[in-house]
C-alpha cells in the first residue's frame, strides 16, 4: 500500500530552526509537496521536489533524497506565525497526491 | 477575485438528507479535485475532474457524486448523508494534472451529519 510518515506534532523556540520530517511508500514518484495549513484554514503551497537534493525559499527549505524516500522541511529563524500543521504529499504514477497526516508545529517564546 | 470559493462554509445535516456542497474557482484551471480531512488522517481524495465533462473516482469515492458541466463549477453531492460523512472538505484545482501542477485549496465545508 502507499504510506506518507511524519511525526504528530513537534514543539521549537521562536527564533531557532526546526526540522519536519517525511519518509514515504508510494506506487511511483512524480514529486513531492509541502503544505502549510494554519488551524481552520485551506492548505496552501510551500515547495515542491521532484529530484534530489535541497531546495531553498527564503526562511523555508526542503530536502528530497528518492533513493531513502525521505524529504524534510527546514524552517529557519521561527515565528509565531510559523505555528501550523505541516503537510507532506507525494505525486504517485497516477498523478495524485498521496498526503500525510501532517505535523502541528507549535512555537513558544 | 480570484481564487477558489467554496459554499456553505459549515453544515448540519440530518443523516438521509441529500447535500451538495458548491466549488467555484475563476483561474480557469483545467483540474479540480474534492477532498475529505479527518482528524488523525490525510487529506484523501474524493473525487477529481482532469478537464470539463470527466470525472474520476478518487481513494473514497462511495457515497459521493461530482459533475463538471463547465470549466469553473465542481459540486460534490451527497446523496443520503451519513454519519461517518462527517469532516472537512476541501476544494482544489490545478491548472492541469501533470506532475508540477500546484493544487490550490478553497477555504472547505466543515460538515455535521448527525
Known amino acids: 500500500g502507499q504510506n506518507i510518515d511524519q511525526p504528530t506534532e513537534m514543539t521549537a523556540t521562536e527564533g531557532a530552526i526546526v526540522q519536519i520530517n517525511c519518509t514515504y511508500q508510494?506506487?511511483?514518484?512524480?514529486?513531492l509537496f509541502w503544505y502549510q495549513q494554519h488551524a481552520g484554514e485551506a492548505p496552501t503551497f510551500l515547495s515542491y521536489?521532484?529530484l534530489d537534493g535541497l531546495e531553498e525559499k527564503g526562511r523555508f527549505s526542503s530536502f528530497l533524497s528518492r533513493s531513502k524516500g525521505y524529504s524534510y522541511l527546514l524552517l529557519k529563524e521561527l515565528q509565531m506565525k510559523d505555528s501550523a500543521s505541516y503537510l507532506c504529499?507525494?505525486?504517485?504514477?497516477?498523478?495524485?497526491?498521496?498526503w500525510g497526516a501532517g505535523t502541528k508545529l507549535i512555537i513558544k517564546p | 477575485i480570484a481564487g477558489i470559493t467554496q459554499a456553505p462554509t459549515s453544515q448540519i445535516l440530518a443523516a438521509g438528507r441529500r447535500m451538495t456542497l458548491r466549488c467555484t474557482q475563476d483561474?480557469?484551471?483545467?483540474?479540480m479535485y474534492w477532498y475529505r480531512q479527518d482528524l488523525g488522517l490525510g487529506l484523501r481524495l474524493i473525487h477529481y475532474?482532469?478537464?470539463?465533462?470527466?470525472?474520476g473516482k478518487g481513494e473514497v469515492p462511495d457515497g459521493y457524486s461530482v459533475s463538471r458541466a463547465n470549466t469553473d463549477d465542481f459540486p460534490l453531492t451527497l446523496a443520503s448523508a451519513v454519519p461517518s460523512q462527517t469532516s472537512v472538505y476541501f476544494c482544489?484545482?490545478?491548472?492541469?494534472?501533470?506532475?508540477?501542477?500546484?493544487?490550490?485549496f478553497g477555504p472547505g465545508t466543515r460538515l455535521t451529519v448527525l
Open positions: 521536489n521532484v
Open positions: 482544489a484545482s490545478s491548472e492541469g494534472q501533470g506532475a508540477t501542477d500546484t493544487q490550490y
Open positions: 504529499a507525494v505525486m504517485d504514477s497516477n498523478y495524485q497526491l498521496i
Open positions: 508510494t506506487s511511483g514518484f512524480n514529486g
Open positions: 475532474s482532469n478537464t470539463a465533462g470527466t470525472t
Open positions: 483561474m480557469r484551471h483545467n483540474a
